[in-house]
């Protein structure tokens, strides 16, 4: 037996019971909606096995990803201070030639600092000095300065300490003693980058791969 109660209600909609024998169905229905509900029905909810093996799941995918995510991460952070410290070269060499006056690109192995100013002996406070510090996962190491005959005193003014430059000349070129090139390399030594002074001796760049030495 088909038992059926309709009740209407405000703004045309009906209100209506449906069932035959103990199986019951709620029509809700209104202009352009209609809802089915079935009294006593009840979606099941996940246990706390169920809840306990899907995190377990998660906690072993994250564990597998997670040496290839840092890998990830260290190479994105030994990059981006790779181009940072290439465009400081450009931005000193940008300078030197503006200003007309010698400007240094300093490196501090050591600390994992660098930074830039003008040469002392020009200008003894530079307002536009700079200076920045290598993120914890990296570190980096410089050449030796060239050898080119240069008198002993200019050689020492290029190394001070656990400190050298890279000096640019108000003609635009890079001086003849500065560092051939600097190795920037991730804490665990797994990847590493090149900046590289030209044949020409007229700017750095990034190179991938170690620099021919003679």
Do not use: C, H
Not at 25 to 51: C, D, H, I, N, Y
Not at 78 to 96: G, I, K, P, V, W
Not at 141 to 162: I, Y
Not at 190 to 209: D, F, H
Request: glycine share 8%.
């Amino acid at each position: 037996m088909i038992l059926r109660t309709q009740k209407n209600l405000p703004g045309g909609g009906q209100l209506s019971a449906r069932g035959a024998g103990r199986a019951r169905w709620l029509v809700v229905g209104g202009p352009g909606r209609v809802w089915l509900a079935r009294p006593g029905f009840s979606r099941r909810a996940f246990t706390l096995v169920e809840l306990v093996l899907v995190l377990a799941l998660l906690a072993m995918a994250v564990a597998v990803a997670a040496p290839a995510l840092s890998r990830f991460f260290s190479g994105r952070t030994l990059d981006n201070e790779a181009r940072r410290l290439l465009a400081l070269t450009r931005y000193a060499q940008s300078r030197a030639v503006s200003e007309g006056m010698p400007i240094l690109l300093w490196l501090r192995p050591e600390a994992g600092q660098y930074g830039l100013r003008a040469e002392t002996a020009f200008a003894e406070d530079d307002p536009r000095a700079v200076e920045y510090t290598l993120d914890d996962s990296l570190r980096f190491e410089v050449a030796p300065p060239g050898l080119e005959g240069e008198s002993p005193w200019k050689l020492a003014a290029l190394t001070t300490g656990s400190q050298q430059f890279i000096r640019f000349t108000p003609d635009g070129f890079v001086d003849p003693n500065s560092p051939a090139w600097v190795w920037l390399q991730t804490a665990d030594g797994r990847e590493a980058t090149w900046l590289v002074l030209t044949p020409n001796r007229l700017k750095y760049e990034l190179a991938t791969l170690p620099p021919e030495t003679e």
